[in-house]
Each structure stands twice: as structure tokens, then as C-alpha cells.
């Protein structure tokens, strides 16, 4: 597991953490076409993390590259580093996520229950 960064001071008003909504998408009511837009969604974030991560590391050798001296680079480096680490474990989330989802699918199939017969 990762350490993760130590938070920014804030105001005591601004102190309760701040949650984004989860924005629904119009989808299919059934198995068939909530799978289907399960799978599309998940290449599509895996699509999204793949290109956050590049976009990180680049920004990650600017801010090296630009670094007025070795502390600073340090510092960066491991900010940098559980970013990283972050984007990992939201891809490792939704992926077990998705894989969890095909698990259950899989297993209210019939044609699953005839396969398990003797």
C-alpha cells in the first residue's frame, strides 16, 4: 500500500471533505444492454486512466526538469509518486470492479448452472 501525502492545512470551514457526485448515465434496464454498456464504460475509463497516467509522468519530468534545487525535486518525486500510485489504485478499483460484475453475471447464467452437472 501506498503512504500517502500528508493533506494541505485548510480552514476549519472547509475542513469536511468534499465528495463529487456520481453523475448517472441513461442506460438499458436489462442484463443484456447493462452489460454491454458495463463493458464500454470500462474501456473507456481504462481508456481515460491510461492517458492521466501518461499525462502524469510528463508533467512529473517538467516539474523534475524545472526544479530549483534537489529538495524541491524530492519532494515533487514523491508527490509525483502517489499520484501515481492513486491513478493505479482507482484503475486496479474499477477493474475488480467490472471484474466482479462479469463473476455475477456469469454465475445467474443457465447455461452456467447446466455446465456445473456431472
Do not use: N, Y
Amino acid at each position: 500500500m501506498s503512504t500517502q501525502c500528508p493533506s494541505a492545512p485548510t480552514p476549519t470551514d472547509e475542513a469536511a471533505p468534499h465528495r463529487t457526485a456520481l453523475h448517472m448515465v441513461p442506460g438499458g434496464r436489462d442484463a443484456r444492454s447493462g452489460d454491454t454498456l458495463v463493458h464500454q464504460l470500462s474501456a473507456e475509463t481504462d481508456a481515460l486512466l491510461e492517458h492521466l497516467e501518461r499525462a502524469v509522468a510528463r508533467l512529473a519530468l517538467t516539474h523534475r526538469a524545472s526544479a530549483p534545487d534537489l529538495e524541491t525535486q524530492r519532494t515533487d518525486d514523491d508527490a509525483f509518486a502517489w499520484v501515481q500510485q492513486s491513478i493505479e489504485d482507482i484503475a486496479a478499483t474499477l477493474r475488480g470492479l467490472t471484474l466482479k460484475r462479469s463473476r455475477e453475471h456469469s454465475a445467474e447464467s443457465p447455461l452456467h448452472a447446466l455446465s456445473d452437472r456431472p
